[in-house]
DNA sequence: ATAAATGCAAAGCTTTTGCGGAAGT
DNA sequence: ACTTCCGCAAAAGCTTTGCATTTAT
């Protein structure tokens, strides 16, 4: 990751401008509408570099495949059953290390929540 | 799941005697003890038959393949970043469904706990 | 005897890698 | 100019599927 290219701005945008964690399909598709020569290869090396630089977080979900979405203050994920969108949860139960044996040392934790978003609750016919 | 044969009671009893959750290809190689011939198209058929009659559970962790379980009471799971082997966590936080927005509606909740095993902790150069 | 289940090998998908050409510094 | 980076296509790794054979009922 030495150097600007057009790729990577485009990469980076989309997902600066997302609010959710994205597929990588997601990203390539959005970044098309920027360069639209972009190949899928370059997507996903440029999200596993930003990932090893800890830009990027990974979020997956049981049986999909994983998300990527800029690193910020913890927190956590709702996953909505009826559109399949992941919503970002600011909040944090606390405590969850005394749910471990005591032996066990507890260095971070991830929660999901399943259940019906806000939308779909409105338009039950909409999304998926 | 119709009929009761060797390799499906094998592949039973594998899951049953695991007190964690267990990768395709750890089945397959505990399984194959019984039934040497056992294939591995079968033990993904027999997986994915008890997961949809709901005996069977899985545990999807970030970067690592699915993991299969008899499902029981609610629990959690911890991930030792030492050893890579998931435990079983009997234990919840409850009222998780407070941190979702209002109009969200939760159904169900998956927490993963990450850290150092009792094992990992005594023997520091075991395992991995 | 009949139909379901198995094992093998081929196919599918997502993700990774190799390589010649393009482009940033 | 010098390398890094890109796009394409091939490869890799896990899971699924097709098909002939085996086997439970």
Redesign the interface.
Known sequence: MERSTRQRSAIRQVLLDADRPLLATEVMDAAKLTVPSLGLATVYRTLKALVAQEDLQ??????EN?RFEFAHSHH?H?SC?HCGRV?D?H???G???L???P????????????????DC?EHPAAGN
């Open positions: 990974v979020v997956e979900l049981p049986g994983p956590h709702f059953q919503y949860i909040a944090c139960p405590n969850i290390a749910l471990a044996p032996e066990f040392v507890v260095e971070s934790h991830e929660l999901t929540l399943y259940g019906t978003c806000a609750q």
